[in-house]
């Protein structure tokens, strides 16, 4: 059975910092790109950041910068480090493959909520 396991997530200050992890079980890890992907109130879900399993990074515009994906394929699992964070990253962060559902059809983890206020 896939899961996709997201932690990390919190009430950070604006500028914090917050480390986010994915655990995948129950498929091939080193198989997929995987991407960190969020969610805002009343918005669609976007693409913060993705990584390819050979470790080549993409990234949003927004987050350019600020934002560092890694993997460790060993583990099964992806990172995000964000850095200055700004209210505007408030959502909830999932990660998938990327593109999304390759793992499985349909399927997206509980996430992780990240909070940026004062």
């Known amino acids: 059975q896939v899961q996709l396991v997201e932690s990390g997530g919190g009430l950070v200050q604006p500028g914090g910092s917050l480390r986010l992890s994915c655990v995948l079980s129950?498929?091939?890890?080193?198989?997929?790109?995987m991407g960190w992907y969020r969610q805002a109130p009343g918005k669609q879900r976007e693409l913060v950041a993705a990584?390819?399993?050979?470790?080549?990074?993409t990234y949003a515009d927004s987050v350019k910068g600020r934002f560092t994906i890694s993997r460790d394929n060993a583990k099964n699992t992806v990172y995000l480090q964000m850095n200055s964070l700004k209210p505007e990253d408030t959502a909830v962060y999932y990660c998938?493959?990327?593109?999304?559902?390759?793992?499985?059809?349909?399927?997206w983890g509980q996430g992780t909520q990240v909070t940026v206020s004062s």
């Open positions: 998938n493959s990327y593109p999304p559902k390759l793992i499985a059809s349909d399927y």
């Open positions: 129950g498929s091939i890890f080193s198989r997929y790109a």
């Open positions: 990584i390819a399993s050979g470790g080549t990074t």
